[in-house]
Every structure is written in C-alpha cells, then in structure tokens.
C-alpha cells in the first residue's frame, strides 16, 4: 500500500516537473496553472524543511570536519 501511495506520489511531481518546462515553452493555460499549482507547492515544502531543520538545531558545534 506504501508503494503505491509513494508512486503516486512520484507521478504527481514528474508530472507537474514536466508541466513546469512547458509552461516555460509556452504552454497551454492548463499547462500553466499545474506549473503555478508545482511552484507554490515547492516552496511550502521549502518553507516547512526550513523550519523543521531550524528548530531540530541545538546550540553545540557539528562536527563535519
């Protein structure tokens, strides 16, 4: 059941990839409206990884030498 809900998933983004180069090419209004639909979902999930990442931090050090 977790993999077909993951390729869902997986189809959903390539899809709305591919409408976001077309929209570039100059697509049809539907073409556009996925690719808008895409661009604002990315940078929610942008925003949620950033606050997530944020607040896991602690004050010490990393040590990635």
Do not use: E, H, I, Y
């Not at 556009?32 to 602690?58: I, W």
């Amino acid at each position: 059941m977790a993999v077909l809900v993951l390729s869902v998933v997986l189809v959903l983004v390539l899809g709305g990839c591919v409408c976001v180069v077309w929209a570039q090419r100059g697509g049809p209004r539907w073409v556009r409206g996925v690719a808008a639909v895409t661009l604002g979902m990315a940078s929610v999930v942008r925003f949620v990884g950033r606050a997530s990442s944020g607040s896991g931090k602690s004050g010490s050090s990393s040590s990635d030498d």
